[in-house]
C-alpha cells in the first residue's frame, strides 16, 4: 500500500512538472513562431518594395518618412546618388517595420540594414544615441546574411551579442534580401535577453531549474540555475549541465529520468534553441518519501513544512516582484504601470479631472556606456528611482518602461505645479554626481508631458512620447508640455 501511495504521489509531481514545462516551451515556440513569421513578412515586403526602387524618389513625403522612420546612413552613403532610389523605396518599408514594432511590444528593435551602408530602423533612434559606422557589416545581424555565411539566403538567428544602443544581450531573427539574385541587406527583429528571462519568472511557479541555449551552447534563458546571475554575461550550457543532460533527446512531452534528474526536453523547431526544465530526482523522492511517512517521521515533517513555508513566503515574495518589479531599479515595470495607472486614469476620467502623463528619458545614454562602460551605466539608471522617490508623492505612479526610459503619471495637480515639480527634478539631475567605481559622471534628462485628458492612458503615453521627442529636438536637458485640448 505505501509503495502504490509513494508511486502516486511521485507521479502526480512529475505531471506538474510536466504541466509547467510544456507551458514555458510552448510559449517560447509559439514566441519564435510569431517572429519568425514577422521576419518572413518583412523580407517579402522590403523584396517587393525594392523591386521597384526606381519608381522611388525624394519627394516632400519622402523627407516626412525620413523623420518617422529614422534613415540613418554614412555621410557619404546618404549623399550618393547610386543609392538615393534604394533609400527612398526602403523609406516606404517604414510603416511595415512599425505595424510589426507595433503589434509585438517585445521587439527590441525592427529594421532593414542595407549593404550600402544606411538602415531604416522602428522605434525611433536618436542620431545622438546611435552613429552608423563601417565595422557594423561585421555585426551578427549583417554578417549573417551575407552571401558567406548565408550562401543560401535563409532565416537565421545569431548568436548573442550586445546591442549597440544600451538594451544588453540579445539575438537577432533575420533574413537575407536579395533583388534579381543581388544581395542589397537584411530585415531584422532584436529580442532581449531580459524579455526571455521575463517568461520563465512569469510560468515557472516551481522551484526547478530551466534554460533555453542555442547551438553554440550560450544560455538564452534561465531560472533557478546560476548564482549572481548578471544578465551583461553570457554563460554557457556545458558549465551548468552534464553529458548526459546536454546530449538527451526531446522528450516529447514528458518528463523522463536521465543521469539522477527528471527533465524535461524540448527543441525548439525551426530554430538553433533547447528548452530544458529539470530536477535532482533524489529531491522529489525525498518530498514524495514526507507525504507517506508522516506519522513515523512527525517531528521532521514538522520541521521541513516550517522550512518549505518560509521558503514559500520568500518564492512567493520574489514572484511578485518579478511580476510587477524592474530587476536593476527597483521601480515598477511596464506592465504593473498598467494594471494600476488604467484604474488612476479611468478614476480621473471619471471626476473629469486631468492628469499629467511624463516621459523621462537619460540624455546622451550611449555616451556614458560608452566612455564609463555598462556597469556605470546601470548605476546611473539606478539613480533615477532615487531622485524621483525623493521628489513625487506617496500616490504618485512611475515605472521603468525600458532602458533609460521612465514613465510617471500624476492626478489631482495642476499644471502650473506640474511644471514646477519637473524643474525641480530637472535640475537635481543636472547637479548630481554619480560614482561608480572609479569614474565620476553626470548627465541631465529630458522631459515630455501630456497634461489633461485623452480618451486613454494609451494616447497619454503616446502624446508624452512626442513631447519627449520635442524636448530632443530642442536641445535636450528640458521640459516641453502638450496639452489636450
Known amino acids: 500500500m505505501s509503495v502504490l501511495f509513494f508511486v502516486f504521489v511521485n507521479k502526480k509531481q512529475t505531471s506538474e512538472m510536466e504541466h509547467v514545462a510544456r507551458n514555458i516551451a510552448s510559449t517560447i515556440s509559439f514566441k519564435a513562431s510569431n517572429a519568425k513569421a514577422a521576419v518572413n513578412y518583412l523580407q517579402l515586403s522590403a523584396t517587393q518594395i525594392l523591386s521597384n526602387k ?7 513625403e519622402g523627407n516626412n518618412l525620413i523623420n518617422r522612420a529614422n534613415l540613418l546612413a554614412l555621410p557619404n552613403s546618404k549623399a550618393d546618388k547610386c543609392y538615393a532610389k534604394e533609400q527612398a523605396a526602403a523609406l516606404f518599408l517604414s510603416e511595415n517595420l512599425k505595424l510589426v514594432s507595433t503589434q509585438n511590444k517585445k521587439f527590441a528593435w525592427v529594421y532593414y540594414f542595407s549593404k550600402h551602408h544606411f538602415t531604416v530602423v522602428y522605434p525611433h533612434i536618436s542620431a545622438d544615441d546611435f ?21 543560401n539566403a535563409r532565416l537565421f538567428f545569431t548568436p548573442l551579442y550586445t546591442d549597440l544602443i544600451g538594451k544588453g544581450l540579445m539575438i537577432t531573427i533575420g533574413k537575407p534580401v536579395y533583388v534579381k539574385g543581388e544581395f542589397l541587406g537584411t530585415v531584422d527583429i532584436d ?23 542555442n547551438d553554440k551552447l550560450q544560455i538564452v534563458g534561465s531560472s533557478n540555475l546560476i548564482q549572481d546571475f548578471n544578465r551583461s554575461k553570457i554563460y ?29 526536453v524540448h527543441k525548439i523547431e525551426g530554430t538553433p534553441f533547447t528548452f530544458i526544465y ?14 507517506i511517512m508522516p506519522f513515523l ?9 516550517a522550512r518549505l513555508y518560509e521558503k514559500s513566503r520568500t518564492v512567493m515574495k520574489k514572484l511578485q516582484e518579478q511580476a510587477t518589479k524592474d530587476y536593476l531599479t527597483g521601480a515598477y515595470n511596464r506592465r504593473y504601470f498598467f494594471d494600476v495607472g488604467v484604474t488612476v486614469f479611468l478614476k480621473a476620467q471619471r471626476k473629469k ?32 528611482k532615487k531622485i524621483l522617490d525623493k521628489h513625487l508623492r506617496r500616490s504618485d505612479l512611475f515605472a521603468r518602461f525600458g532602458g533609460e526610459e521612465f514613465c510617471i503619471l500624476l492626478d489631482d495637480i495642476s499644471l502650473k505645479d506640474t511644471e514646477i515639480l519637473l524643474e525641480k527634478i530637472r535640475k537635481e539631475f543636472a547637479v548630481n554626481v554619480i560614482v561608480s567605481n572609479k569614474y ?18 494609451e494616447e497619454m503615453i503616446n502624446l508624452a512620447d512626442k513631447a519627449l521627442y520635442k524636448s530632443k529636438e530642442n536641445g535636450k536637458n528640458s521640459v516641453t508640455v502638450y496639452e489636450t485640448h
Not at 550550457?237 to 527533465?263: H, M, P, Q, R
Not at 529539470?278 to 507525504?291: D, P, R, V
Not at 479631472?353 to 548605476?379: C, W
Not at 553626470?442 to 492612458?457: K, Q
Open 440 to 457: 565620476k559622471f553626470c548627465y541631465t534628462v529630458s522631459f515630455g508631458v501630456a497634461y489633461g485628458m485623452l480618451d486613454s492612458l
Open 297 to 305: 517521521f512527525f517531528l521532521m515533517l514538522f520541521v521541513v513544512i
Open 236 to 264: 554557457r550550457a556545458d558549465k551548468y549541465l552534464s553529458k548526459e543532460l546536454l546530449n538527451a533527446d526531446d522528450t516529447e512531452g514528458k518528463v523522463e529520468y536521465v543521469d539522477g534528474n527528471f527533465i524535461f
Open 353 to 384: 479631472s486631468p492628469v499629467a502623463v511624463v516621459m523621462l528619458d537619460i540624455d546622451n545614454f550611449k555616451k556614458i556606456n560608452d566612455r564609463y562602460g555598462h556597469k556605470a551605466g546601470d548605476v546611473g539608471i539606478m539613480q533615477i
Open 191 to 213: 529580442i532581449t535577453l531580459n524579455h526571455i528571462d521575463n517568461i520563465f519568472f512569469n510560468l515557472d511557479t516551481l522551484e526547478n531549474k530551466s534554460l533555453l541555449y
Open 131 to 151: 552613429a552608423l559606422n563601417i565595422e557594423m557589416e561585421k555585426e551578427p545581424f549583417f554578417a549573417y546574411a551575407t552571401p558567406k555565411y548565408n550562401p
Open 54 to 60: 526606381d519608381k522611388f524618389n525624394f519627394t516632400s
Open 278 to 291: 529539470f530536477q535532482k530526482a533524489s529531491l522529489i523522492w525525498l518530498k514524495t518519501f514526507g507525504y
